[in-house]
């Protein structure tokens, strides 16, 4: 039976800590949290001016953060290719099919799931909390930071939810990064290509490894969502 | 008595509807006022206008002698006038660190803080809930808690909200006391409230809004 047989060699692969496996899944999640830690003081101050504010065009930001949302990521990876390749804006930067440009894009695809996160989290904040953080002579750089961490707990349910949307994407990874071994290889490039190649062993195992984060950083979701109800910050 | 703050053409309203029009507010140094008036004629407003939470027009202002516009709101009466809430929330840190996050935000340093929110906190009868975590404590403990932590800043104007409304017995007595303490300490006061013992409270002027007009009794 082949899938039993390639699921055999999948824990073979894991367990025997084959190199190459072991790197793939090191450069995904070395590009994946360095993506998001670059876009989230940008993602979080915007979610937070967006949330916590009235202007005029606000709710045009609102609509757009959360279509960015549904975008597919080979999409912003086009866009992302067209403005590093050599005629592009950036190609100066020569950052296509390289780990800065594989950040480049995690950095773009987590904007908009980091933006919607906070920006919903901030406006079920209470708006009291800024009243009173501005009464008692707060500083606007004073309140955001006091209306953050009140409601941290749904920040970082939007950091986990734009990594796990970034660990798992594909589409942008395959185009700026260029699946290249050793370099801009990451779990979910390289699970298309050897399942293409109808090597299914690496690409199960990788499957697994996958899943393992999903699992694990939803746990730490759920626990921090239990840590908030017992502190009596959501209901 | 010397006019700590006067207001000239004070108006506001709400889309096309008119809240309020006020030809002249004066609050003295030193004084105590109640504001009364029918729930939703605009007291929380007019308190809210005060302290630079709501926009308002006004045509003239003046604070300590001084002119000022509404708008931006100037930091000199930010760092003067303190508004507390009818239903006071707290952060989430920890009930001292409540009391000085208006010191912190002054840049005072922290020895400093400590004593005074340690002073604050023995006058307000809530040295007991050093350790208890902010979010648990009961409403009138909030009340406590909040004024305490508008006190210790010291305004020159502080405006309370409905300090006493639902809350009731031993709740309502704690938060009373601490009215009369205020009042003595120089800073003027604007209570809007129903309650009839906080209207009876000996020195209280009473400012009343009827019909978006203010009538000094």
């Known amino acids: ?37 670059a876009a989230t003081p940008l993602a979080v101050a915007a979610g937070y001016a967006i949330g ?38 950036l190609g100066g930067l020569q950052w296509l099919f390289s780990q800065p440009g594989l950040i480049a894009g995690q950095a773009l695809i987590a904007l908009p799931v980091l933006i919607a996160f906070t920006l919903a989290a901030v406006q079920a904040a209470d708006p009291r909390l800024a009243e009173t953080a501005i009464t008692l002579g707060a500083s ?21 939810t734009g990594f796990g949307r970034v660990i798992s994407e594909v589409g942008s990874a395959l185009m700026i990064g260029g699946n290249i071994a050793g370099e801009t290889r990451t779990i979910t490039t390289a699970i298309a290509l050897e399942t293409s190649k109808g090597e299914f062993a690496q690409g199960i195992a990788l499957g697994i490894v996958l899943i393992a984060i999903a699992l694990v950083i939803n746990a730490v979701l759920v626990l921090v969502q239990g840590d908030a109800r017992s502190a009596g910050v959501v209901s | ?42 007291k929380s407003t007019l308190l809210r206008v005060l302290c630079g939470l709501e926009q308002a027009q006004c045509a003239q202002l003046e604070f300590d002698g001084q002119p000022f516009s509404l708008q931006p709101y100037p930091r000199v009466l930010r ?38 929110v340690d002073d604050a906190m023995a006058w307000a009868g809530v040295s007991h809930l050093r350790h208890s975590r902010p ?15 508008a006190r210790v800043l ?9 300090p006493t409304a639902n809350l009731d017995g031993a709740a ?10 205020l009042i003595r300490e120089g800073s003027s006061i604007v209570i809007a409230c129903h309650d009839r013992d906080l209207i009876g409270l000996p020195g209280m002027q009473r400012l009343k809004l009827r019909d978006g007009r203010l009538h000094l009794r």
């Not at chain 1, 750089?141 to 749904?154: A, C, K």
């Not at chain 2, 010291?154 to 409905?162: A, G, I, S, V």
Request: hydrophobic share 55%.
């Open chain 1, 140 to 160: 606007r750089l004073r309140v955001m930071l006091t209306v953050l961490h009140e409601v941290r707990f749904g920040v970082m349910a939007a950091l986990i």
């Open chain 2, 79 to 116: 760092d003067a006038i303190v508004y507390v809430h009818q239903h006071p929330v707290m952060f989430a840190s920890s009930v001292p660190a409540n009391i000085g996050y208006g010191l912190a935000a002054r840049g005072v340093a922290g020895a400093e803080i400590d004593r005074r």
């Open chain 2, 1 to 42: 008595m010397s006019v700590l703050l006067s207001a000239r053409g004070l108006q506001k309203q709400f889309g096309a509807r008119p809240l309020f029009q006020i030809d002249l507010l004066e609050i003295e140094a030193a004084s105590a006022y109640v504001l009364t008036g029918i729930n939703g004629i605009g």
């Open chain 2, 172 to 181: 309502r007595e704690q938060v009373m006391a601490l009215i009369p303490a």
């Open chain 2, 154 to 162: 010291e305004p020159k104007l502080l405006l309370l909200d409905e």
């Open chain 1, 52 to 89: 916590s504010h009235r202007f005029p065009g606000r709710r045009i930001l609102i609509w757009l953060a959360q279509a960015a949302l549904s975008l597919p990521t080979v999409l912003i990876g086009l866009l992302l290719y067209l403005l590093l390749s050599r005629q592009g804006l």
């Open chain 1, 1 to 37: 039976m082949q899938l039993t047989e390639a699921i055999r060699d999948a824990f073979i692969l894991l367990f025997s800590g084959d190199h190459v496996l072991w790197q793939i899944i090191w450069v995904s999640l070395k590009t994946s949290v360095v993506g998001l830690l």
């Open chain 2, 135 to 149: 979010a648990t404590l009961s409403g009138g403990e909030k009340q406590r808690v909040a004024l305490a932590r």
